[in-house]
Nanobody
Framework: QVQLVESGGGLVQAGGSLRLSCAAS????????LAWFRQAPGKERERVAGISPSGDSTNYINSVKGRFTISRDNAKNTVYLQMNSLKPEDTAVYYC????????????WGRGTQVTVSS
């Protein structure tokens, strides 16, 4: 029901910044909870940041607090992840995902965008 397409990944030096975008299509985008996940080779996928439908509530894993900011623009059907002070440990494929607030599992996923942070 929702299609998600990530963009903005790339190669950046440690300490640099990237801004990821995820453009969504489908009805009731503003009603979905959204999140950014990442998965590094050989590691489990982890949720990096989440945001409520209205954007008034966000959460982050401890390792990115103070460095990453998730935001959304419901008028543009887009969710963003601003990543500052990047570290090599942030290297991963980053995915955006969406779910109905009434669901536990994220139902809709983008295909991912690669973020590589060099030391």
């Amino acid at each position: 029901q929702v299609q998600l397409v990530e963009s903005g990944g790339g190669l950046v030096q440690a300490g640099g910044s990237l801004r990821l975008s995820c453009a969504a299509s489908g009805r009731t985008f503003s009603g979905y909870s959204l999140a950014w996940f990442r998965q590094a080779p050989g590691k489990e996928r982890e949720r990096v940041a989440g945001i409520s439908p209205s954007g008034d509530s966000t959460n982050y894993i401890n390792s990115v607090k103070g460095r990453f900011t998730i935001s959304r623009d419901n008028a543009k059907n887009t969710v963003y992840l601003q990543m500052n002070s990047l570290k090599p440990e942030d290297t991963a494929v980053y995915y955006c995902a969406a779910r109905n607030p009434g669901r536990i599992e994220y139902q809709f996923w983008g295909r991912g965008t690669q973020v590589t942070v060099s030391s």
